[in-house]
């Protein structure tokens, strides 16, 4: 699986769009990007994937490059509630192991 | 309805003893997953189910970790003769069939200390 680096640390207000910056230059063509996060003592949490084309649900969207080196996970209004570490990962279709990294540790303050 | 569930929530045990823990997957999920997550690291894969059978038991660290699923539903993680490098936190996930477009949705974990 191809390998993803995220900063180790970000701050962002609260009520501010909070923009997490993800790198994979080594993504193939059958890899998706999917963004999980884990509360702090809880089971990490599903976000967003997508392949290639920009994803939106209600609780994220997701931005992926063109040349799909790089994404970008925006929570449009970030809360408290939203401190977490966020976790990038490329998943290979057809493959069920999620490969975590360390994440990016987001703290939301007020 | 309810998510994932593990018991127990924390095991303290002491070196070379046995453990199981165990796992209740969202009802009607046929894919299982369990991870490990050491202290500041991510979650790393151990071994996934597909009904009854072990997928893909890649991530087992060695033979002294083991894991059933034998009715397609619960399933429990043994090991044997623990080491103080077995304390992590263990996760388990189910998914509804697996594959791409099923999110993994994970239990709050159960904390293992070896003494």
């Known amino acids: 699986d191809a390998k993803t680096t995220q900063p180790p640390s970000m701050d962002c207000a609260e009520g501010r769009a909070a923009n997490l910056p993800c790198n994979h230059s080594t993504i193939s063509g059958n890899e998706y990007v999917y963004w999980y996060r884990q509360i702090h003592s809880q089971g990490p949490q599903y976000i967003i994937h997508?392949?290639?084309n920009n994803e939106t649900n209600e609780m994220a969207s997701l931005i992926i490059t063109e040349d799909r080196k790089s994404s970008t996970l925006i929570l449009p209004h970030a809360t408290l509630r939203d401190t977490a570490v966020y976790y990038c990962?490329?998943?290979?279709?057809?493959?069920?192991?999620?490969?975590f990294g360390k994440g990016t540790k987001l703290t939301v303050n007020p | 309805g309810a998510g994932v569930s593990q018991t127990p929530s924390n095991k303290v045990t002491e070196k070379g003893k046995y453990v199981e823990l165990r796992c209740d997957p969202i009802?009607?999920?046929?894919?299982l997953y369990w991870y490990r997550q050491s202290l500041g690291q991510g979650p790393e894969f151990l071994i996934y189910?597909?009904?009854?059978?072990?997928?893909?038991d890649s991530g087992l660290p060695n033979d002294r970790f083991f894991a059933v699923r034998p009715e397609g539903s619960v399933s429990t993680l043994k090991i044997q003769r623990t080491e103080r490098g077995d304390s992590a936190v263990y996760l388990c996930?189910?998914?509804?069939?697996?594959?791409?477009?099923?999110?993994?949705?994970f239990g709050p974990g159960t904390r293992l200390t070896v003494l």
């Open positions: 997508g392949l290639k």
């Open positions: 189910f597909q009904g009854t059978g072990a997928a893909d």
């Open positions: 990962i490329v998943r290979k279709g057809g493959s069920e192991k999620l490969v």
């Open positions: 009802s009607g999920h046929t894919a």
């Open positions: 996930a189910s998914s509804t069939q697996g594959g791409v477009s099923n999110e993994q949705f």
